[in-house]
């Protein structure tokens, strides 16, 4: 699907708005998000300093990833079956939703053997993905998990944590997620890898979530527009 010249400048134009939005409300790094956008939207990005993007679907992802090759990188943000980690952990640059041992283990499996091949040079980084509410459907590990959960990301080999994500419930108030969510980061800081990531925000709410601590938002349809017609 070949952009148009109208269509590239306006995905321009709302990137260059959104990375405004952030800067006045005080800073963090972009995410944009582009499930169901085509790669030469991904390029258009690129071209403006986009470093990284986030994507839902694996199959998506993956097929993203073999045409850009790696330019941006490719972030999964989308709930992962656990039979899918191995090729998660082939070509993800990062996850973001970590969120049971079980697939921590899988992706650690994974990440061992794309190492082990070739396929990536350099362990997996992991965000544990917190939820609020413990809906199921949403995924993301209750709060009382989330220690656990950092304890044995420290303790794989392939895969080294690097923060955490949240998504408020729709019927919340986001400040009072982000607030609690920035402390259970804080919590966990002393075995992340880095500077904690904290992945919270999207483009209805980055400027409340910035307030509170995050320090990466995930903006899709403030940037891509809305999704192309399948």
Not at 156 to 163: A, S
Not at 179 to 202: E, F, Q, T, W
Request: hydrophobic share 45%; with cysteine.
């Amino acid at each position: 699907m070949k952009l148009t010249q109208q269509e590239k400048d306006d995905l321009a134009r709302r990137l260059r708005e959104v990375r405004r939005r952030i800067a006045v409300a005080g800073g963090a790094d972009l995410l944009p998000i582009t499930k169901f956008h085509p790669v030469e939207a991904i390029e258009v990005l690129a071209e403006f300093g986009v470093g990284a993007v986030g994507e839902n679907r694996e199959q998506e992802a993956k097929a993203k990833h073999d045409v850009l090759a790696g330019r941006p990188a490719i972030h999964m943000v989308g709930q992962i079956q656990t039979k899918k980690a191995n090729s998660v952990a082939r070509w993800a640059a990062a996850v973001h939703t970590v969120d049971s041992s079980k697939l921590l283990h899988a992706l650690e499996r994974g990440a061992g053997l794309a190492l082990e091949r070739g396929d990536r040079h350099e362990k997996l980084p992991v965000l544990l993905q917190w939820s609020a509410d413990g809906d199921p459907q949403r995924g993301g590990a209750g709060g009382a998990d989330i220690d656990a959960l950092a304890d044995e990301v420290a303790q794989c080999q392939h895969v080294e944590l690097r923060g955490l994500m949240t998504v408020p419930p729709l019927d919340s108030d986001p400040a009072l997620v982000f607030s609690k969510g920035r402390k259970l980061l804080d919590a966990i800081a002393d075995r992340v890898v880095g500077v904690p990531v904290y992945s919270a925000g999207m483009s209805q709410d980055l400027e409340i979530a910035i307030a509170e601590g995050s320090t990466l938002v995930r903006v899709g349809t403030d940037i891509m527009g809305p999704r192309p017609v399948i």
